[in-house]
């Protein structure tokens, strides 16, 4: 089982004891939050390294970097290998797109990460609140306005919808 696996097994196990469960988590958003506050002190330095140099450096256990790497993989500019072949000795890079990052940690409704100071550095309130704004639209559903039988067909046909594409409906 590789360690990625390791990690979901353990992390989203449906099955465990709950308080044990969000014991571990909170435990966990408190150690993301201090390596997020460090990376975003220097956000365009590359942090690389083997992915158990890295746990050591910022002082979590394996498996908790491994439950950092799955979670900022999707912010990263170059994905890392975490699938299958992740292992302790395995080369990563935490380089990340500032902007992907911060609207990643909007999607998840990670207040304790996207509300970090440091973000404050790397964009003024008004470029947050334009980006915040961004994602959480981007997962807004908006119709459109509704055809009605006699309205003329949006084919610009010129023929009343009922007697042209609404002919199916």
Avoid at 24 to 32: A, P
Avoid at 84 to 108: G, Q, R, W
Avoid at 113 to 136: P, V
Wanted: hydrophobic fraction near 30%; glycine fraction near 8%; aromatic fraction near 10%.
């Amino acid at each position: 089982m590789g360690l990625l696996e390791e990690w979901h097994k353990k992390a989203y196990n449906e099955k465990a004891d709950r308080n044990a469960l969000t014991k571990m988590w909170n435990d966990y958003f408190q150690k993301e939050k201090g390596i997020y506050e460090q990376l975003l002190e220097n956000p365009d330095e590359e942090v690389k390294g083997t992915v158990q140099e890295l746990a050591d450096k910022y002082g979590i256990s394996l498996e908790y970097m491994v439950g950092f790497l799955d979670g900022i993989q999707e912010s990263l500019k170059t994905p890392n290998p975490i699938e299958d072949t992740l292992a302790a000795d395995t080369v990563v890079s935490l380089a990340f797109d500032k902007e992907k990052l911060y609207k990643n940690m909007v999607a998840a409704d990670a207040t304790w990460l996207y509300g970090l100071e440091q973000w404050n550095k790397i964009f003024d309130r008004e470029e947050q609140h334009r980006m915040y704004l961004e994602q959480k639209k981007s997962g807004t559903i908006v119709k459109g306005p509704k055809i009605y039988p006699n309205d003329p067909c949006p084919c610009g046909s010129g023929k009343k919808y009922k007697k042209c594409h609404g002919r199916n409906v």
